[in-house]
């Protein structure tokens, strides 16, 4: 589908509007979505739409409409064997493959951007890649990466995120056949930063894509994951770990897309909130489509609640066409620490604020520590370790 | 258009496609399709309604006009609403008493089997609606004794208007969503049910429905009130004839459950295969009451259905168990709402969905906790079974927490019939159609068996017939 149909116009209770929806079928399967490049293809945003109606589109309102800044941007990273980065023209290539924006704001970088960042894997033996991004400053941008994976290759990629911000941006993930990449986006800003992203992926033949997302900063930060598993044995894993603190705004829409016999995906994002006007959304979208029978598929979202004045939204959404299928599910909870763990260890003579500290640093580096760089495993349970500290009652 | 299965009166039993006849279409005849004030005008006229309703209704069709179609969902867009017949009247009084109802709707009626559960008096009172008006309607002694109201929603607001005038649209306000907004402009019949404070309806009172006239819209209005501690099980069931155009069915039920009463509100919904099923089903829960939806789906092109609980009271608790079944050309998207706005309250929702030769199902829910409504615990439940490679099953809930001290979990499961578990039954001598269908009664037992037995039956007669052709 390329955009909503309209009926019987002029029928008593179809008629055109001002409000607009007037008539619309709703899009009906998370795939076909209306898809542009183009801003002004995209309807308005009201932040009354299903897509918007839980981010606070007020304080976004230029990274969704304003003019944006598309120029290249100051990176630092080191150089590593087998992984090459390089600023490409709007008209190269290797961009437009994994994906096109199914938003306004993700539209609005599309259009902007005037040079794009590849990074590029070819190398063969696991490498590590660290990009760091920490002088945006306040000036609003756009930006578009392309992160490709030659076959058979591995790396773990790290875009580490520091500093202020007002972003919109891209991110293609080309997974070619046979290839292991790793991707971990890390959002570290200062409270002002506003962050809009989207990561399309296309993970390719018996290719194996992990996702990781790390939000901890930002005033408002919205990262939306899609992983497209477009061939024979593509398996895609998405993780994710979000702290909010009061005022933050951290929201992720994951979707997982099964196209092609014999995929996988697991998805498991965990999340914990605390003090006055913490907020999270999580959305989890798979789409199990008739093209994909042996598909295995699951997964979940637990959120912890730390104290009052908080809100998480948690929604899992699965749509599934085929009957021939290994297995599917979802999970979600919400709620406080876990009483009996907690009285568990202070039976065991644990303080009960040392035990409270225990029982949320393990709910969440059980994220963590499937990483599987040890660098960034300790920086980020060095993290955790202040937010749980900072946020008092544990 | 309908003479087909009269030819074959051994089918007994409920079941979608016995239902597909319908009488001569008498009643229909001179009303007039399509949505305006004067329609609307017409039907609070005939029904000789105070100007306060009157008001509403037109109102409420203002509100219509004005609310676009909802842009989440299944695809409406195969509804004419000018074509469709707002009110239809079947009679011109109420009758008294089974003998006086004319032939053909006596005959609807056996082949319901109406009369047999009267006789057996396994039904507290059968409030049948037939083209839009309550034709019938008897009440038995003893819970007038008890003080219960059991009425058909036009007389009782001529009878009992201080109901009416404190509760109609309390729960489900005219502009809550588009249809809701429909159904009050038009609505027409239904159920009204008062239970006195400390009574316990010790049988479920139930209620049949039928849409009988061609390209119909049935608009029921229900309301049902259980004062402090009472108790009371209400049924409904639907079925519906089959025509070759589609109709329209939107009801508003509205239910008061007040401090410490208990209300269970059963339905089994088969409407034939063309009905655009969007019902509006909400209810509120007081201080330690308990509300309890029972939601089969079983007929209809579409349907759109998400009972609520609105979960007012400290300790008040809420449970939803659906069971939705969807066939070829059919999409049931159906689900369930709890929202707690008190604290200690707790709900419950278990939905098993079966789709098969390209039907569709779906659960779509939510949850939420509000920041008042501390030590509140919800669990969601969805499964769904996939019997082939064309059908399709979806699971859309949301979940929104404002509170911290709470415990929420949500889980689907996806399961296909195996090629294991058919052969395991097959080797022990059971044919694989009976497997399958084995398979299926064990998978919607969990809620089969909060059904009242004769439901329960049907309900497995209904998925038996339904599963045929799907092996082999």
């Not at chain 2, 008040?316 to 070829?328: C, I, M, N, W, Y």
Request: aromatic content about 8%.
């Amino acid at each position: 589908m390329t955009a909503p149909t309209t009926t019987a116009p002029g029928q008593h209770g179809f008629k055109e509007h001002s409000d607009g929806g007037w008539g619309l079928v709703p899009v009906q399967t998370r795939s076909e979505r209306f898809t542009s490049t183009q801003h002004d293809q995209h309807p308005p945003v009201t932040g009354r739409e299903q897509e918007w109606k839980l981010t606070p589109v007020d304080r976004i309102r230029e990274l969704i409409d304003g003019e944006l800044d598309g120029a290249d941007y100051p990176i630092e990273h080191a150089s590593v064997d087998g992984v090459t980065v390089e600023w490409i023209g709007r008209d190269d290539a290797r961009i437009g493959r994994a994906g096109i924006p199914e938003e306004r704001a993700s539209a609005n970088a599309w259009t902007n951007f005037a040079k794009a960042l590849a990074i590029t894997v070819s190398g063969e033996e696991p490498s590590r890649f660290k990009l760091d991004r920490s002088q945006l400053g306040d000036t609003p941008r756009a930006a578009h990466t392309v992160i490709t994976a030659k076959p058979n290759s591995q790396a773990l990629v790290l875009l580490q995120n520091t500093g202020d911000a007002r972003l919109s941006e891209n991110v293609e993930i080309v997974v070619e056949d046979g290839a292991n990449l790793t991707v971990v986006t890390l959002q570290e800003w200062d409270d002002s930063a506003h962050h809009l992203a989207s990561h399309f992926a296309r993970i390719g033949r018996d290719a194996t894509l992990r996702h990781i997302q790390v939000s901890l900063g930002g005033g408002v930060v919205r990262v939306n994951p899609s992983a497209h598993l477009a061939e024979q044995g593509a398996n895609g894993e998405l993780l994710g770990l979000y702290f909010a603190d009061a005022g933050q705004h951290l929201e992720q829409r994951v979707f997982v897309h099964h196209d092609a016999p014999n995929t996988r995906s697991r998805v498991n994002y965990k999340g914990a909130l605390n003090g006055e006007g913490a907020r999270t959304v999580w959305v989890g979208d798979v789409l199990i489509a008739r093209s994909a029978p042996g598909t295995d598929s699951y997964e979940q979202n637990r959120n912890l609640v730390l104290s009052d004045g908080t809100r998480a939204d948690s929604i899992p959404n699965l749509e599934i066409e085929t009957g021939q299928i290994e297995g599917a599910g979802h999970a979600s909870t919400t709620g406080r620490f876990d009483d009996e763990q907690l009285f568990y260890l202070q039976s065991r003579g644990v303080p009960e604020d040392e035990a409270r500290r225990l029982v949320v640093l393990g709910f969440l580096l059980e994220i963590v520590q499937q990483i599987g760089d040890a660098e960034l495993e300790e920086r980020l349970e060095a993290l955790l370790e202040a937010e749980v500290a900072a946020s008092g009652r544990a | 258009m309908s003479d087909v299965l009269i030819e074959r009166p051994e089918l007994d039993g409920l079941g979608q496609y016995e239902f597909g006849w319908s009488d001569p279409d008498v009643a229909g005849a001179s009303a007039r399709r399509g949505l305006s004030n004067e329609v609307v005008e017409d039907i609070s006229r005939l029904k000789d309604e105070p100007d306060w309703m009157l008001q509403r209704r037109l109102n409420a069709l203002k509100i219509f006009d004005r609310k676009p179609m909802p842009t989440w969902g299944a695809d409406l867009s195969g509804i004419d609403f000018d074509n469709i017949k707002y009110f239809v009247r079947s009679t011109e009084k109420q009758a008294s008493s089974w003998e006086e109802l004319p032939e053909e709707i006596k005959n609807t009626y056996e082949r319901l089997g109406i009369p047999e559960a009267e006789r057996q008096r396994l039904v507290a009172g059968v409030a049948a609606q037939y083209e839009s008006e309550v034709v019938y309607h008897q009440i038995r002694e003893d819970l007038e004794e008890q003080g219960v109201l059991f009425l058909d929603t036009d007389t009782a607001l001529k009878e009992h208007p201080e109901f009416f005038e404190e509760y109609f649209g309390t729960v489900i306000p005219s502009g809550d969503n588009k249809f809701a907004a429909l159904n009050t402009a038009v609505w027409s019949g239904g159920s009204f049910v008062y239970v006195p404070p400390g009574v316990h309806v010790e049988i479920p009172l139930q209620a049949y429905f039928r849409i009988n006239t061609e390209n119909m819209g049935q608009f029921e209005r229900t309301l049902i009130i259980a004062d402090e501690g009472s108790y009371v099980h209400y049924i409904e069931g639907c079925t519906a004839p089959i025509y070759k155009s589609d109709s329209l069915h939107s009801a508003v039920v509205e239910i008061i459950v007040k401090k410490n009463a208990r209300v269970r509100y059963t339905t089994i919904q088969n409407w034939s295969s063309n009905v655009y099923n969007l019902v509006t089903k909400r209810a509120v829960a007081h201080e330690g009451a308990t509300m309890e939806w029972v939601d089969g789906n079983i007929g209809s092109k579409v349907t759109m259905k998400y009972p609520s609980i609105f979960l007012m009271g400290e300790h008040a608790k809420g449970e939803t168990l659906s069971v939705a079944f969807a066939g070829p050309g059919q999409h049931q998207d159906a689900g369930a709402k709890m929202i707690h706005m008190a604290p200690y309250t707790s709900s419950n929702i278990l939905s098993k969905s079966i789709a098969r030769g390209g039907g569709r199902t779906g659960y779509r829910g939510e949850v939420r906790i509000d920041a008042k409504a501390h030590h509140s615990a919800n669990t969601v439940n969805c499964d769904a079974l996939l019997v082939d490679t064309i059908s399709r099953s979806d699971t859309y809930p949301a979940i929104d927490i404002r509170v911290d001290d709470v415990q929420l979990g949500h889980e689907a499961t996806v399961s296909r019939v195996s090629e294991e578990q058919l052969f395991y039954l097959q080797s022990r001598g059971i044919e694989e159609a009976e497997a399958m269908a084995m398979i299926v009664r064990g998978f919607i037992e969990p809620i089969a068996r909060e059904l009242p037995m004769e439901y329960a039956l049907e309900l497995n007669k209904l998925i038996e017939m339904s599963m045929e052709g799907s092996v082999g």
